[in-house]
């Protein structure tokens, strides 16, 4: 049997050499397997709960009545909340928000009881941090839950106590009752969407920067790359045997992440698995001729990790995750539709939690066709337009 050494030049060749480039260059190692998978298993770690339960908050109750102790435990008993500590003043609960030792702070007023009784409105204040959108927006949840269904078992207990009979006082005071139906995500587990999308978005930059990397140390110089051409007896048998190394890896690690995702963590899967595959497939070739073009046009592997790094290290955030795309401004819009994680992401979605029939589930897919053909294409340009300089003897 041949040493691969003595091959002939062709698709092969290369191939079985960058695998070998693999096994000889750590950041190579590091960037297609280590790294992808301690970051599935760090992400995973943090997320795995699913919803977050049992905030703590504080409570301010400048009252001491019966009421107000009901209250408490109302906001207690939901599953978002948990009153943790009583506070002597305002100054006292806000410094705790601040530092971040609770989520919330529950303020209830002075003659609460006597006020609610005498058909009088207090106001109950609840303060929570803002910054903090997720974990505020959760504490609020709980709060809003709790205290409406105490105010309205007051209201009903004051109409049966002046002898209207239970129905009639629940009927007034709800005269229109709202049935709210979740569609997707009824349970607002965080595995369900947040980690689902924060994967691919991590898995995006790691493509990009690694096809940059790789690319980059080939085509850095004239040389490397007449030697790429020539070890791959052409263009295009050299590119392809130097990228489907990667494309195999890369694959490997979604399948991976997909795999803990429904198989430990319950994501459901309502809509058609051939189509998630494909758009898997898509997404990772998109993104390896994103980093690939990168290095063949700027040509030096430093600025061409560094570019494909700043382009997509903030893609999470034009997602959709956690603002809603229609409410951006047109840049953050428009640089969403620019990256192909968004969407894989919405093709995902629709694939898995939404279960979008088949007829609605197109767009994206055919976005990422597009995507793919695109910059195949402009990376071929490039290779032909890096071949023709070479072959004309430019220094």
Excluded at 97 to 110: F, N, Q
Excluded at 276 to 297: K, N, P, S, W, Y
């Amino acid at each position: 049997m041949q040493r691969r050494d003595h091959e002939r030049p062709g698709f092969s060749l290369v191939f079985w050499r960058e695998l070998a480039w693999l096994r000889r260059r750590p950041l190579l190692l590091m960037l297609t397997a280590v790294i992808p998978l301690g970051l599935m298993l760090l992400l995973t770690a943090i997320l795995s709960a699913g919803l977050a339960t049992r905030l703590p908050i504080a409570v301010l109750d400048l009252d001491g009545s019966e009421l107000s102790r009901s209250v408490i435990r109302a906001v207690d008993a939901t599953p978002d909340t948990a009153a943790v500590l009583h506070v002597a003043e305002l100054s006292e609960g806000r410094h705790l928000i601040v530092a971040r030792k609770i989520r919330g702070l529950l303020m209830l007023p002075r003659n609460l009881e006597r006020d609610v009784f005498a058909g009088r409105r207090p106001e109950v204040v609840f303060f929570y941090n803002t910054q903090t959108f997720t974990v505020g927006n959760l504490v609020l949840r709980g709060a809003n839950a709790a205290i409406p269904t105490v105010a309205a078992g007051i209201r009903i207990s004051l109409r049966t106590a002046e002898g209207q009979p239970v129905e009639e006082a629940q009927a007034a005071i709800t005269p229109i009752p709202l049935q709210t139906h979740p569609l997707f995500n009824s349970t607002l587990n965080y595995v369900h969407f947040l980690l689902a999308a924060l994967l691919p978005a991590v898995l995006q930059t790691l493509v990009v920067t690694t096809m940059a990397y790789a690319v980059g140390l080939d085509v850095e110089t004239r040389h490397r790359f007449a030697v790429l051409r020539r070890l791959g007896g052409g263009l295009v048998p050299a590119m392809f045997g130097k990228m489907l190394p990667y494309t195999i890896l890369f694959l490997s690690m979604l399948g991976i992440a997909d795999a803990v995702l429904f198989r430990f963590l319950e994501l459901p899967l309502r809509g058609d698995p051939a189509l998630l595959v494909l758009a898997g497939v898509l997404f990772v070739l998109a993104c390896q001729f994103i980093g690939a073009l990168l290095a063949l046009l700027l040509r030096q592997v430093a600025v061409a990790v560094s570019i494909a790094t700043l382009l997509t290290a903030p893609a999470f955030g034009f997602m959709g995750i956690g603002f809603p795309r229609l409410g951006m401004n047109q840049f953050a819009y428009s640089y969403g539709e620019l990256l192909p994680g968004t969407w894989y992401l919405m093709a995902r979605i629709d694939q898995t939690i939404r279960g979008t029939p088949l007829d609605l589930s197109w767009k994206p897919i055919l976005v990422l066709i597009g995507f793919v053909i695109a910059l195949i294409s402009v990376t071929a340009l490039r290779v032909w337009k890096m071949r023709g300089s070479n072959e004309g003897g430019a220094p």
